[in-house]
Nanobody
């Protein structure tokens, strides 16, 4: 199972980026949930947003109304649309997937993608 994260970059404050996380080696029907985490230098990794197989979502309070998580089951890809970016959003962003069915109990991680927001 591999998760390929992409879409990071350098953007000015107030700008937008869309991150993608493409899953392979696991059918989308065997993914219970997917999420985005971030880790800034010197800080702990924190959950930014999560989406369940049924479509339910939850967000870190500081990104509510600015970030939108979504998932395309056909493409087996998750997205994070990030709008109104702030310098404090600067971090390495990681995606993960929690398995179900024959993949139950397993968690998979993608490599990080750097997001840098300049003031």
């Amino acid at each position: 199972v591999q998760l390929q994260a992409s879409g990071g970059g350098l953007v000015q404050a107030g700008g937008s980026l869309r991150l993608s996380c493409a899953a392979s080696g696991i059918p989308s029907t065997s993914i219970y949930s997917m999420g985005w985490y971030r880790q800034a230098p010197g800080k702990q990794r924190e959950l930014v947003a999560r989406i369940l197989s049924g479509g339910g979502t939850n967000y870190l309070d500081s990104v509510k109304d600015r970030f939108t998580i979504s998932r395309d089951s056909v493409k087996n890809t998750m997205y994070l649309q990030m709008d109104s970016l702030k310098p404090e959003d600067t971090a390495v962003y990681y995606c993960d997937a929690e398995g179900s069915r024959s993949f139950r109990g397993r968690q998979y991680w993608g490599q990080g993608t750097q997001v840098t927001v300049s003031s």
